[in-house]
């Protein structure tokens, strides 16, 4: 189903939605930030740690990306400082053409803050991304408890995003960087919200390609994608510029299947296979960490910097870098072997990266759910008193912790891991199909598959 309704394409269009999301999420950064620099110590009381950590993420794992894809990227704060600046819509808001451009409420000015250098060709992958993620996955837990830990992590992250911007062209930052543009970028592929070119013939015959440059309407393509050579979601911000940019209409969001892309005959590269791979374990880990009854595992993890924590790092770096990636490489061994695949390893490997995608998707799903039903319950104080002052603004101050739905919670995470572990395994049988491979060559990896999936059944649920 495409934007064929004239009042949904004219919505979608416009700039103001869009903008008083943006400004409403920039807003309400900045006021975490503030909360997590002066307020409260303590973790589960502090409205930083409980909006980011326990609402938005398992909104952002269990909601938005399944269904939005990269939904959250079109109105994430971090980048807009710097995006701004890079456009000149800050320091210089000028009005053209009767309408006031920019950045803010318009289209492109000619003038930039940034060097607009373009990113390092041998950097355009997902290993940097990669691993910025591994490294905040190791302070994890101290950045989970501790406000003033998260308030500085977002600041970084935010100037990160104005350097990038300066120095580079358009979301370099987002594109190579963000460690959670990089989570939502990957499982993006699964969701059934798409923006892709209508008639490809049109796009051939358009020379001035201003869903690329950009035109009076709107700005280029800020994530640096030519959307007529769009395959996938991965790389797609869902900004909707080419949809704005396009003169002849030919940008549409479509409403598809669930796991569209995953359906591609190409080979993902070795970057995205990592990654798939490390968030895998990652989440292993976290629920071990989190939601498991040990607690020297847990104490070892918070306590950044002690040898327990170096202990627990490389601990962590086993399962994700080594473990994980290793025994999904013997799989893919075994059944090469087994199928008489002329195919090396790695490449089928690297074949089978797309049955990764649903299996991540469940297994961060049911943990998020499982995080958030446990500790919502925070939430309810932490908004009466968002400082830890003694306020009691919603008078729900005193609620007391209490878990959610902790009879149907167990079985909704069943539930959510068995779906995950059924399609990806629909997926695994499609791709050791088209390989020639067979039944042979999908068993070693159906076997992996149920590796992540049984573990987490056990910390879980049992």
């Given at each position: 189903?495409?934007?064929?309704?004239?009042s949904?394409?004219s919505?979608?269009?416009s700039?103001w939605?869009?903008?008083?999301?943006?400004?409403?999420?920039?807003?309400?950064?900045?006021?975490?930030?503030?909360?997590?620099?002066?307020?409260?110590?303590?973790?589960?009381?502090?409205?930083?740690?409980v909006?980011?950590?326990?609402?938005?993420w398992?909104?952002?794992m269990?909601?938005?990306?399944?269904?939005?894809?990269?939904?959250?990227?079109?109105?994430?704060?971090?980048?807009?400082p710097?995006?701004?600046?890079?456009?000149?819509?800050?320091?210089?808001p000028?009005?053209?053409?009767?309408?006031?451009?920019?950045?803010?409420?318009?289209?492109?000015?000619?003038?930039?803050?940034?060097?607009?250098?373009?990113?390092?060709?041998r950097?355009?992958?997902?290993?940097?991304?990669?691993?910025?993620?591994?490294?905040?996955?190791?302070?994890s837990?101290?950045?989970l408890?501790?406000?003033r830990?998260?308030?500085?992590?977002l600041?970084?992250?935010?100037l990160?995003a104005?350097?990038v911007s300066?120095?580079?062209?358009?979301?370099?930052?987002?594109?190579?960087?963000?460690?959670?543009?990089?989570?939502?970028?990957?499982?993006a592929q699964?969701?059934?919200?798409?923006?892709?070119?209508?008639?490809q013939?049109l796009?051939?015959?358009?020379t001035?390609k201003?869903?690329?440059?950009?035109?009076?309407e709107?700005?280029?393509c800020?994530?640096?994608?030519?959307?007529?050579?769009?395959?996938?979601?991965?790389s797609?911000?869902?900004?909707?510029?080419?949809?704005?940019?396009?003169?002849?209409?030919?940008?549409?969001?479509n409403?598809?299947?669930?796991?569209?892309?995953l359906?591609?005959?190409?080979?993902?590269?070795?970057d995205?296979s990592?990654?798939?791979?490390?968030l895998?374990?990652?989440?292993?880990?976290y629920?071990?960490?989190m939601l498991?009854?040990?607690?020297?595992?847990?104490?070892?993890?918070a306590?950044?910097?002690?040898?327990?924590?170096?202990?627990?790092?490389?601990?962590?770096?086993?399962?994700?870098v080594?473990a994980?990636?290793?025994?999904?490489?013997?799989?893919?061994t075994?059944?090469?072997?087994?199928?008489?695949?002329?195919a090396?390893?790695?490449?089928v490997?690297?074949d089978?990266t797309?049955?990764?995608?649903?299996?991540?998707?469940?297994?961060?799903?049911?943990?998020?759910?499982s995080?958030?039903?446990t500790?919502?319950?925070?939430?309810?104080?932490?908004?009466?008193?968002?400082l830890?002052?003694?306020?009691n603004l919603?008078?729900?101050?005193?609620?007391?912790?209490?878990?959610?739905?902790?009879a149907?919670?167990?079985w909704?995470?069943?539930?959510?891991?068995?779906?995950?572990?059924?399609?990806?395994a629909?997926?695994?049988r499609?791709?050791?199909?088209?390989?020639?491979?067979?039944?042979?060559?999908a068993i070693?990896?159906?076997?992996?598959?149920?590796?992540p999936?049984?573990?987490?059944?056990?910390?879980?649920?049992?």
């Amino acid at each position: 189903m495409r934007t064929r309704w004239p009042s949904i394409r004219s919505l979608l269009r416009s700039r103001w939605p869009q903008l008083s999301l943006q400004l409403a999420t920039l807003a309400g950064l900045g006021i975490l930030i503030v909360i997590g620099l002066v307020g409260t110590p303590v973790g589960n009381r502090n409205l930083a740690i409980v909006a980011i950590w326990i609402a938005w993420w398992a909104l952002l794992m269990l909601l938005a990306v399944p269904f939005l894809g990269r939904g959250w990227c079109s109105i994430c704060p971090v980048p807009l400082p710097g995006e701004w600046l890079q456009r000149g819509a800050i320091l210089h808001p000028t009005a053209t053409h009767g309408k006031e451009i920019g950045g803010l409420r318009g289209v492109p000015r000619k003038r930039s803050y940034g060097l607009g250098l373009p990113w390092p060709r041998r950097l355009r992958n997902l290993w940097l991304q990669n691993v910025v993620f591994l490294g905040l996955a190791l302070a994890s837990l101290s950045v989970l408890t501790q406000p003033r830990t998260t308030a500085w992590v977002l600041i970084v992250l935010v100037l990160s995003a104005v350097a990038v911007s300066l120095l580079f062209e358009r979301r370099s930052f987002c594109r190579y960087l963000c460690p959670v543009g990089g989570v939502i970028g990957l499982y993006a592929q699964a969701s059934p919200v798409e923006v892709r070119v209508i008639d490809q013939t049109l796009c051939s015959r358009h020379t001035e390609k201003t869903c690329y440059t950009g035109n009076s309407e709107g700005y280029g393509c800020p994530w640096q994608v030519y959307p007529a050579a769009l395959r996938t979601n991965i790389s797609c911000g869902t900004c909707l510029e080419c949809l704005r940019t396009c003169p002849y209409d030919n940008i549409a969001v479509n409403l598809r299947p669930f796991g569209h892309d995953l359906q591609r005959a190409e080979r993902p590269g070795l970057d995205q296979s990592f990654k798939s791979l490390l968030l895998l374990g990652s989440v292993v880990i976290y629920a071990a960490v989190m939601l498991g009854p040990w607690g020297a595992l847990k104490a070892a993890a918070a306590s950044v910097g002690t040898p327990a924590w170096f202990a627990y790092a490389a601990g962590f770096l086993l399962v994700t870098v080594i473990a994980t990636p290793g025994l999904f490489w013997m799989a893919a061994t075994v059944g090469r072997a087994a199928a008489h695949l002329q195919a090396k390893s790695l490449q089928v490997l690297r074949d089978f990266t797309p049955a990764l995608i649903p299996l991540g998707i469940a297994s961060w799903a049911a943990f998020s759910l499982s995080f958030l039903l446990t500790n919502l319950s925070y939430l309810w104080p932490s908004l009466s008193d968002p400082l830890g002052a003694g306020w009691n603004l919603l008078g729900t101050a005193s609620l007391a912790w209490a878990p959610y739905l902790s009879a149907i919670s167990p079985w909704l995470q069943v539930a959510i891991l068995l779906v995950g572990v059924a399609w990806a395994a629909a997926h695994v049988r499609r791709i050791a199909d088209r390989l020639g491979g067979g039944l042979r060559l999908a068993i070693p990896v159906l076997a992996f598959n149920l590796i992540p999936t049984v573990g987490l059944l056990w910390i879980l649920v049992g």
